[in-house]
C-alpha cells in the first residue's frame, strides 16, 4: 500500500493534488459531498469512496483539503470511529490553530498520527506543481509520507512541532493579502498613467518590484479575466478573518495588512466574490475612475 493515498476534499486544491498524484503514479481513493467534483476526478482516474470510512479503510495515508471547520472536525471524527490501524492523516486546509490542534485531539485519541500540513500556493500552482508544504508534526511520519508530496510539490519543510505548519502559513498569508492588493494599486496607477498593463506586468515581473504574487496576479490584472479562479474572494475571506485573529491573539499591529480589507470586501459588495482575488484591481480601477473596453 506504499503508493496509495486517500484524498478527502475535491476542490481545486484537493483536485489538483489527487491529479497530479494519478498522474505519478499513485493510486489514489478520493471522496468530496459535491457530486459535480466528484464525477470531475473520477473521469481523471480517482477512484471514488462513499464515505471518509470507506477511503480510510483503503489507505494508510490520508490528505484532507477542505473548506470549513465543520468539514474538517466532521472528518476527523470518521476516521477516529473507524476503529482501523494508525493512519497518518495530513491536514492541509487554512485554519485557526486551535482547529488544528482540535483535529489532532481527535485522531490521536483515537490512535492515528495527525501531520499539520498547509500549502503555501493557489489552485494554478498546485495544478502545475508549484506548492511548498509546511508540515508539522511527527518527522517520522513527515518523512514517510516526502514521496507522496513529491508527487505535487517543490518542496516540503518540517517546521517542528504540530501547529507550527499553521503559524507559518498564517505568516505567509499575510504577505499574500498585502502584496495582491499591493500589485493592484501599481498596475492601477500605471494604466492610470497611461501605460499597457501587459507591458508593466511583463516589466515589473523582471525588475525588483516582482513578487510570487506578482507573477501569478499581474498577468490576471493585465488580461482584466478573473475566472476560472485560482483562489475566489469569498474563500479567501476565510483565510483573511483567521490571520487578523491570530495576530490580535498575539498582540502584533498589522496595519498592512489591516488596510487591505476595505478593498477584499469591496469586490464582495461589488459581486466578485467567485471570482480570483486578482479582482481586486477592478476595485482600485473603480475607484480611480478607470474604464477598460472589453478585450
Same mark, same amino acid.
Given at each position: 500500500?506504499? +503508493?496509495?493515498?486517500?484524498?478527502? !476534499?475535491?476542490?481545486?486544491?484537493?483536485?489538483?493534488?489527487?491529479?497530479?498524484?494519478?498522474?505519478?503514479?499513485?493510486?489514489?481513493?478520493?471522496?468530496?459531498?459535491?457530486?459535480?467534483?466528484?464525477?470531475?476526478?473520477? &473521469?481523471?482516474?480517482?477512484?471514488?469512496?462513499?464515505?471518509? &470510512?470507506?477511503?480510510?479503510?483503503?489507505? /494508510? #495515508?490520508?490528505?484532507?483539503?477542505?473548506?470549513?471547520?465543520? &468539514?474538517?472536525?466532521?472528518?476527523?471524527?470518521?476516521?477516529?470511529?473507524?476503529?482501523?490501524? /494508525?493512519?497518518? @492523516?495530513?491536514?492541509?486546509?487554512?485554519?485557526?490553530?486551535?482547529?488544528?490542534? %482540535?483535529?489532532?485531539?481527535?485522531?490521536?485519541?483515537? !490512535?492515528?498520527? /495527525?501531520?499539520?500540513?498547509?500549502?503555501?500556493?493557489?489552485?494554478?500552482?498546485?495544478?502545475?506543481?508549484?506548492?511548498?508544504?509546511? =508540515?508539522?508534526? +511527527?518527522?517520522?511520519?513527515?518523512?514517510? @509520507?516526502?514521496?507522496?508530496?513529491?508527487? #505535487?510539490?517543490?518542496?516540503?519543510?518540517?517546521?517542528? @512541532?504540530?501547529?507550527?505548519?499553521?503559524?507559518?502559513?498564517?505568516?505567509?498569508?499575510?504577505?499574500? =493579502?498585502?502584496?495582491?492588493?499591493?500589485?493592484?494599486?501599481?498596475? @492601477?496607477?500605471?494604466?492610470?498613467?497611461?501605460?499597457?498593463? %501587459?507591458?508593466?506586468?511583463?516589466?515589473?515581473?523582471?525588475?525588483?518590484?516582482?513578487?510570487?504574487? #506578482?507573477?501569478?496576479?499581474?498577468?490576471?490584472?493585465?488580461?482584466?479575466?478573473?475566472?476560472?479562479?485560482?483562489?475566489?474572494?469569498?474563500?479567501?475571506?476565510?483565510?483573511?478573518?483567521?490571520?487578523? %485573529?491570530? &495576530?490580535?491573539?498575539?498582540?502584533?499591529?498589522?496595519?498592512?495588512?489591516?488596510?487591505?480589507?476595505?478593498?477584499?470586501? %469591496?469586490?464582495?459588495?461589488?459581486?466578485?466574490?467567485?471570482?480570483?482575488?486578482?479582482?481586486?484591481?477592478?476595485?482600485?480601477?473603480?475607484?480611480? !475612475?478607470?474604464?477598460?473596453?472589453?478585450?
Amino acid at each position: 500500500m506504499a +503508493d496509495v493515498v486517500g484524498v478527502v !476534499g475535491l476542490g481545486i486544491m484537493g483536485g489538483a493534488m489527487a491529479r497530479n498524484l494519478v498522474t505519478s503514479g499513485w493510486k489514489v481513493f478520493g471522496y468530496d459531498t459535491d457530486t459535480t467534483r466528484r464525477a470531475e476526478l473520477e &473521469a481523471d482516474g480517482i477512484t471514488l469512496c462513499d464515505s471518509v &470510512a470507506a477511503l480510510a479503510a483503503e489507505t /494508510p #495515508f490520508i490528505m484532507t483539503s477542505l473548506p470549513s471547520v465543520k &468539514a474538517v472536525q466532521a472528518t476527523a471524527l470518521a476516521i477516529a470511529a473507524t476503529g482501523l490501524p /494508525p493512519r497518518i @492523516v495530513m491536514e492541509a486546509s487554512t485554519l485557526a490553530l486551535a482547529d488544528k490542534l %482540535a483535529f489532532a485531539e481527535v485522531l490521536t485519541s483515537a !490512535g492515528h498520527i /495527525p501531520l499539520d500540513c498547509p500549502v503555501s500556493g493557489t489552485g494554478s500552482q498546485a495544478a502545475a506543481k508549484d506548492l511548498v508544504i509546511y =508540515a508539522s508534526g +511527527d518527522s517520522a511520519a513527515i518523512e514517510a @509520507v516526502r514521496p507522496c508530496y513529491a508527487a #505535487f510539490t517543490r518542496a516540503l519543510h518540517d517546521v517542528g @512541532v504540530y501547529g507550527n505548519g499553521t503559524r507559518m502559513k498564517l505568516v505567509a498569508n499575510l504577505l499574500v =493579502a498585502i502584496h495582491n492588493v499591493a500589485t493592484a494599486e501599481a498596475m @492601477v496607477l500605471g494604466m492610470k498613467a497611461g501605460l499597457d498593463p %501587459a507591458q508593466m506586468s511583463h516589466l515589473i515581473a523582471a525588475g525588483a518590484g516582482n513578487s510570487r504574487i #506578482f507573477e501569478l496576479r499581474a498577468p490576471m490584472m493585465a488580461a482584466d479575466t478573473y475566472l476560472p479562479a485560482t483562489m475566489k474572494v469569498d474563500i479567501w475571506q476565510k483565510d483573511m478573518d483567521v490571520i487578523g %485573529a491570530f &495576530a490580535t491573539e498575539l498582540g502584533v499591529p498589522t496595519p498592512t495588512f489591516n488596510a487591505t480589507m476595505p478593498i477584499y470586501a %469591496a469586490a464582495r459588495a461589488q459581486g466578485l466574490g467567485a471570482q480570483d482575488t486578482a479582482a481586486v484591481c477592478a476595485v482600485l480601477e473603480r475607484m480611480a !475612475g478607470i474604464a477598460r473596453t472589453p478585450g
